[in-house]
């Protein structure tokens, strides 16, 4: 195989660190070749806690997918989350060189939208712009060679605190890796799940993972607004662990696998439990685990609502919410989620893939194929990347708001 057509990904979540390897086909598609994953013990909420746990856990997941696929990756495509991303929505204006739209000026209307004002310790990592306004005319996507005085932008930025990216970027080359670009955890998963006609008529995506949830909205093709919200699978298990006194991980084994988050849905069908402390066992059933669990995600549902809300984004979900993330496996989750939102909720696995797509057939892995089908429309825009030697963070940095100035 060319190695010109081999591309990585590395999803490092607060509970799992998964690497897919791909190769491109000629038709453009993704095939799956090698699939690693290992047990993420260095990650806090989406941040890097433990730079050595967090080296050793990619290590292990890239060396599982390398073996796999029969094939070495020097750099991969990573994502990013936690509270510290913001996001916002910013507009820019320009005159028209020549009275002819070129990519130098959508380059400039582009610059001019992401000209606000961002701390020191606060770097742009995304400026996507959403549609372009040529002489007042809005709503177009592609204004290049458009005959036109003004050209507008609404541009979606989103910023990240420098310091988690940079930890990011060291984790994964003290791992021999390269970061090809950083990718935002929840456009990532857009990229995987959502249907070009769901980003068109309206939908959120809502990733629940670990340590966090991550949100985007599409409207018309376009991002229209991200969040994170600090709660994730972390805070359900928790919750059982004190309920049920018992340890974390044995907490987080029954959640898996009789946790219900509807209590009307669950049964009365015992199972044992181990208490801290004596040892000794005890029994419990799903309607137990369902007072517990009902509550924790009626409240993530119901912050989700109101996020949506303040950003004026409820009123444009004719979609519906698509729900994905690997705490989305909770049975009777998407039922409660449809009560909170009052609309259509799907779940959301991971599209679009051949090869080992079994494997990655779970909401878990939507991030990392996401990863993978970024980089391929990276790829496609004719931006590829070649490494010659270890990046600065700034170039990483520099390349990745390149690419994404004309990725819609
Ligand atoms: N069958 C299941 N039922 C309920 N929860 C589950 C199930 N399987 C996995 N989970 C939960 O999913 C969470 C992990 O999801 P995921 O793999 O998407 O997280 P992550 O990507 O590591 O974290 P993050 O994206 O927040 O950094 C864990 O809290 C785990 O307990
Ligand atoms: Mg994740």
């Not at 509270?83 to 001019?112: F, L, P, T, Y």
């Not at 456009?187 to 966090?212: M, R, W, Y």
């Not at 980089?375 to 700034?394: A, E, I, P, Q, V």
Request: charged share 25%.
């Amino acid at each position: 195989m060319a190695r010109e057509n081999i591309m990585a990904a590395l999803d490092i979540g607060t509970t799992k660190v998964c690497c897919l390897i791909a190769e491109i086909q000629e038709d453009n598609t993704v095939e799956i070749i090698g699939f690693g994953e290992s047990p993420s013990h260095g990650m806090k909420r989406g941040v890097v806690i433990d730079v050595e746990r967090t080296v050793s856990s990619i290590k292990t997941a890239v060396e599982e997918a390398e073996m796999m696929s029969g094939t070495n990756i020097d750099a991969v495509y990573v994502g990013i989350a936690g509270s510290h991303i913001q996001s916002m929505n910013s507009h820019g204006v320009i005159a028209v060189k020549n009275n002819v739209v070129s990519d130098a000026d959508k380059e400039r209307v582009v610059d001019a939208a992401r000209a606000v004002s961002i701390p020191a310790d606060r770097e742009v990592i995304h400026a996507i712009p959403q549609e372009y306004i040529v002489d007042h005319q809005d709503g177009i996507k592609e204004p290049n060679g458009m005959k036109a005085t003004r050209l507008e932008v609404n541009v979606h930025i989103v910023s990240s605190a420098v310091s988690s990216a940079q930890n990011i970027v060291n984790c994964v080359q003290k791992s021999s890796l390269q970061v090809i670009d950083i990718v935002m955890e929840q456009i990532a998963s857009a990229e995987a799940v959502l249907t070009e006609d769901e980003k068109e008529l309206g939908v959120a995506i809502v990733d629940v993972g670990g340590g966090t949830t991550d949100i985007a909205v599409y409207h018309t093709g376009y991002i229209k607004h991200t969040s994170v919200i600090t709660i994730g699978g972390f805070q359900f298990t928790s919750d059982l662990q004190h309920a049920l006194r018992t340890s974390y991980n044995e907490a987080d084994t029954i959640k898996k696998e009789y946790g219900c988050a509807l209590f009307e849905m669950a049964t009365e069908n015992e199972f044992e439990v181990h208490t801290v402390g004596s040892g000794e066992t005890k029994k419990a059933n799903q309607k137990t685990l369902a007072t517990v669990l009902e509550p924790r995600a009626d409240e993530l549902f119901s912050l989700i609502q109101n996020d949506l809300e303040q950003s004026d984004s409820d009123n444009c979900l004719t979609g519906g919410i698509v729900l994905t993330g690997g705490s989305i496996l909770l049975e009777g989750i998407d039922k409660l989620a449809e009560r909170v939102f009052s609309r259509p909720v799907r779940i959301g696995k991971p599209i679009g893939v051949t090869g080992l797509k079994d494997m990655v057939n779970s909401p878990k892995y939507s991030t990392a194929v996401g990863l993978l089908k970024y980089g391929l429309k990276s790829r496609k825009s004719g931006k590829t990347y070649n490494f010659t030697g270890r990046k600065s963070f700034d170039a990483v940095y520099s390349r990745f708001k390149e690419i994404w100035k004309d990725y819609f």
